[in-house]
Every structure is written in C-alpha cells, then in structure tokens.
Nanobody, 124 residues
C-alpha cells in the first residue's frame, strides 16, 4: 500500500509559478512510475506529466510542455511538479498517482494509487 499526499497548491496570478510536491509512504517508492493529472470543474481528469521509476524518462502533455517540469527524489520518496508561466486554463485540482508499469502511461486507470489532490487556481 502506498499513500500519496500532495502539497503546494494555491492561488497565483497568470505568468506566475508554483511547485507541487507529492510525498509517498512506504519503502517501495522507486518501484513506481509517477504521474500528475488534473481535473477542472465539469471536465474529465487529464494527464499532465509522468516520470519513470528512476527519473530518467519523462512524458509531458502538449499543453504543458516547456512550462512544467517533473522530477523525483527517490531518497525522499517525493515527486515534484514545477509549474512556470501559469495560465488561467491550468486551474484545476492536481493529483499525483503511482503506476506499477515500467513505462509511464497517460491513462488514469493504469495508476493504482492516488493522492487526495491539491487545488491550483490561476487568476487572469
């Protein structure tokens, strides 16, 4: 069992930055690929970015490429999402999730553990 706890959300003006963190419990963090998803009101949950177990491979949604950066520190059981040049359309609840797949996927159903989410609001 892995428990994930996100933090770092908040209110920011367009063009600003936020850094989200996701802390994982347990000793097996480095056996999971990690992903960030987001869900805006009235919309389906969408893939944002994922990172492989070692951190050597990353995958970004086109909408965030060049603005967001995912990283992980396996010694600290934590994955990070640095978000720069934020836009109002980035407003959503952001979730981190863990997948047992070797190659990270963009599909939510392939992730077995989820955090409770953290709200990100970008004002125009």
């Amino acid at each position: 069992q892995v428990q994930l706890v996100e933090s770092g959300g908040g209110l920011v003006q367009a063009g600003g930055s936020l850094r989200l963190s996701c802390a994982a419990s347990g000793r097996t963090f480095n056996t999971y690929a990690m992903g960030w998803f987001r869900q805006a009101p009235g919309k389906e949950r969408e893939f944002v970015v994922a990172i492989s177990r070692s951190g050597g491979s990353t995958y970004y949604a086109d909408s965030v490429k060049g603005r967001f950066t995912i990283s992980r520190d396996n010694a600290k059981n934590t994955v990070y999402l640095q978000m720069n040049s934020l836009k109002p359309e980035d407003t959503a609840v952001y979730y981190c999730a863990a997948s047992r797949l070797v190659v990270p996927t963009t599909t939510p159903r392939e992730y077995v553990y989820w955090g409770q989410g953290t709200q990100v609001t970008v004002s125009s």
